[in-house]
């Protein structure tokens, strides 16, 4: 089992940064990579960035350039540093960790950029 407890999330303008964070703990030993995923209201959840435990960093086109994942290993803990926000960047971020047996989410924390 793993557990997952987001933070960091609030409201931005425009332009503004934000840093999200996800802390798993549990059974990390068993973590293939941590993800960062987004759902706006009455869209499908969306891929934002992964970390693999390689340190292998993938990110979204669309948040490439703004936004960075970042990791502290001694703490299980993984960042999404949110620069340059946009109004479309408001959304419910979601942190994943995906394991050798299944995905797990975490609740979620809400971002709403003002334009």
């Known amino acids: 089992q793993v557990q997952i407890v987001e933070s960091g999330g609030g409201t931005v303008q425009a332009g503004g940064s934000l840093r999200l964070s996800c802390a798993a703990s549990?059974?990390?030993?068993?973590?293939?990579?941590i993800g960062w995923y987004r759902q706006a209201p009455g869209k499908q959840r969306e891929f934002v960035g992964r970390i693999g435990t390689d340190s292998t960093i993938t990110y979204a086109d669309s948040v490439k350039g703004r936004f960075t994942i970042s990791r502290d290993i001694a703490k299980n803990m993984v960042y999404l540093q949110m620069n340059s926000l946009k109004p479309e960047d408001t959304s419910v971020y979601y942190c994943?960790?995906?394991?050798?047996?299944?995905?797990?989410w975490g609740q979620g924390t809400q971002v709403t950029v003002s334009s």
């Open positions: 549990g059974s990390t030993f068993t973590i293939v990579n």
């Open positions: 994943s960790v995906l394991t050798s047996r299944r995905l797990y």
